[in-house]
T-cell receptor
Framework: EDKVVQSPLSLVVHEGDTVTLNCSYE??????LLWYKQEKKAPTFLFML????IEKKSGRLSSILDKKELFSILNITATQTGDSAIYLC????????????FGQGTRLTINP | KAGVTQTPRYLIKTRGQQVTLSCSPI?????VSWYQQTPGQGLQFLFE???????NKGNFPGRFSGRQFSNSRSEMNVSTLELGDSALYLC?????????????FGPGTRLLVL
């Protein structure tokens, strides 16, 4: 069965710190890995990764995929209180009943 | 470009009733997927529609059904509601259903079953 595991489940840091969120997966016929940020409502798209070793970057956020070791990391530098959210990792498989398989999420809290 | 819209935003029902939720995708998007989000199970895939056809289905009982119309709008129906159906139901649309598309989520419908 396809599975996505995120760690840590919860993280509390101070503003200005750098955080690294982890996502490992076991998926048959991997197509892509996506990161979402969920605040109070719907998840909002951050990154889609399909190739190993190519870093995607958007401002203070960056992410990279390792298809050999089956994991991805999401880095946030110089964190701000507005970064507080649940970060979801999802994997898309080419076949199978699941369109996107989500991890449990990492609840990130940034304290001022 | 308007985002994904879902109606209603909040709903309270009692056990045994049925409910219909609606999702309007981003203009031009033809794929609509539905997810259930609960604190215990996280986000779980329900089904996906593309061009009025169900293409993928998750592991949910037959009480959960859906359909898609020719304008890509989708509805999801849950019959004989149970307390455990209380959840945030999210709809996501994407342009294609081929390799590399990304999904954009609507604000969700929060369903409370009493």
């Amino acid at each position: 069965e396809d599975k996505v595991v995120q760690s840590p489940l919860s993280l509390v840091v101070h503003e200005g710190d750098t955080v690294t969120l982890n996502c490992s997966y076991e998926v048959t016929n991997f197509r892509s890995l996506l990161w979402y940020k969920q605040e109070k409502k719907a998840p909002t798209f951050l990154f889609m990764l399909t190739s190993s070793g190519i870093e995607k970057k958007s401002g203070r956020l960056s992410s990279i995929l390792d298809k050999k070791e089956l994991f991805s990391i999401l880095n946030i530098t110089a964190t701000q209180t507005g970064d507080s959210a649940i970060y979801l990792c999802a994997v898309e498989a080419i076949q199978g009943a699941q369109k996107l398989v989500f991890g449990q999420g990492t609840r990130l809290t940034i304290n001022p | 470009k308007a985002g994904v819209t879902q109606t209603p935003r909040y709903l309270i029902k009692t056990r045994g009733q049925q409910v219909t939720l609606s999702c309007s995708p981003i203009s031009g998007h033809r794929s609509v997927s539905w997810y259930q989000q609960t604190p215990g199970q996280g986000l779980q895939f329900l089904f996906e529609y593309f061009s009025e056809t169900q293409r993928n289905k998750g592991n949910f009982p037959g009480r959960f059904s859906g359909r898609q119309f020719s304008n890509s709008r989708s509805e999801m129906n849950v019959s004989t509601l149970e307390l455990g159906d209380s959840a945030l139901y999210l709809c996501a649309s994407s342009l294609l259903t081929g390799n590399g598309e990304t999904q954009y989520f609507g604000p969700g419908t929060r369903l409370l079953v009493l």
